[in-house]
């Protein structure tokens, strides 16, 4: 079965930091761009930061993360993270992991096939 599933999610004080892993089983996903999205309550969900595959890995992040977010990969693990620093109380979400059948990478919830079931993560001030 194809699947994306997350991990790391948690509750954390205002500075701190999480490690998010989103590992993928049921195909090989080298050649997929990947990304994170998150989604608050009462809230759209929202780009975070994708990692895509055009002969290199090229990442892109949310103005509001940028500096302090970091993705990365680790492909022969199928894996993807989101290594997240100086965690505000507006990055509290329920983080998702995707993956679209393209080595581009994209911004908009739609591009993407495949879905994780998200992880909660809780700032607290």
């Known amino acids: 079965q194809v699947q994306l599933q997350e991990s790391g999610g948690g509750l954390v004080q205002a500075g701190g930091s999480l490690r998010l892993s989103c590992v993928g089983s049921g195909r090989t996903w080298s050649n997929s761009a990947m990304g994170w999205f998150r989604q608050a309550p009462g809230k759209e969900r929202e780009f975070v930061a994708i990692?895509?595959?055009?002969?290199?890995?090229?990442?892109s992040y949310t103005d509001s993360v940028k500096g302090r977010f970091t993705i990365s990969r680790d492909v022969a693990k199928n894996t993807v993270y989101l290594q997240m620093n100086s965690l505000k109380p507006g990055d509290a979400a329920v983080y998702y992991c995707a993956a679209r059948n393209s080595i581009d990478a994209a911004t908009s919830t739609s591009a993407y096939d495949y879905w994780g079931q998200g992880t909660q993560v809780t700032v607290s001030s």
């Open positions: 990692s895509g595959w055009t002969g290199s890995d090229v990442t």
